[in-house]
């Protein structure tokens, strides 16, 4: 992988954040000021373990040889070769024999975003976007554009490679956090 420039929009990032410090937080009040801790662990800790794989963890990581999308509990890696379409209908996706791979990182933004947008920016030109997705002011629209740049520039030199790695420990984790705060609430 070489010239690796990795997408994550800031505010998927602040955003993460801000929802760990927040749960965190809650569990740190009942450490202090008492209440059901075991409850308050199992729910926040869910709570903030979600906020990591819903914001923090998903990323797409561009280089010259081709591209690595890394959602929740997927990672699929592509060389440019393999992929057949970029598209941003619902988020930055890639088209690999004939199967549709969406990037959890760069989701499209809704039908309200074409408000903030110039009328030009949508009408066909010669660099302008055609739909809404395709915006440069949407992450979805500047996943896609990095992409399509990497992708024009490929020279393919290597063997062509595509990998898709499955990890659903991130998920159990997660259930067992809801299990253990709904058992206490129970209990």
């Known amino acids: 992988m070489t010239k690796s420039e990795k997408f994550r929009p800031g505010s998927a990032i602040a955003s993460g954040w801000v929802l760990i ?5 809650f569990i740190i009040q009942s ?8 409850m308050t662990i199992g729910i ?21 040889e081709g591209i690595k999308i890394v959602n929740p509990t997927k990672e699929i890696t592509a060389t440019w070769d393999l992929v057949e379409e970029i598209e941003t209908r619902y988020s930055m996706s890639i088209q690999i024999n004939d199967r549709t791979y969406y990037a ?5 933004p809704s039908g309200r975003h074409s408000r903030r947008m110039n009328k030009s920016d949508l009408f066909p030109g010669a660099d302008s976007a055609r739909r809404v997705g395709d915006s440069l002011q949407s992450d979805s629209g500047v996943c896609a554009y990095m992409a399509n740049i990497r992708r024009k520039n490929f020279t ?14 991130s998920l159990y984790i997660f259930v067992a956090l809801v299990c253990i705060g709904i058992a206490a609430a129970v209990i």
Do not use: R
């Open 21 to 25: 410090a927040f749960f965190v937080g």
């Open 31 to 38: 450490l202090f000021y008492g209440g059901d801790i075991l």
């Open 156 to 169: 393919g030199v290597s063997a062509s490679e595509f990998e898709i790695i499955s990890d659903n420990t």
């Open 104 to 108: 959890w990182a760069a989701p499209a």
């Open 44 to 64: 926040c800790g869910a709570g903030a373990f979600g906020s990591y794989l819903l914001f923090l963890k998903p990323y797409v990581l561009l280089f010259d």
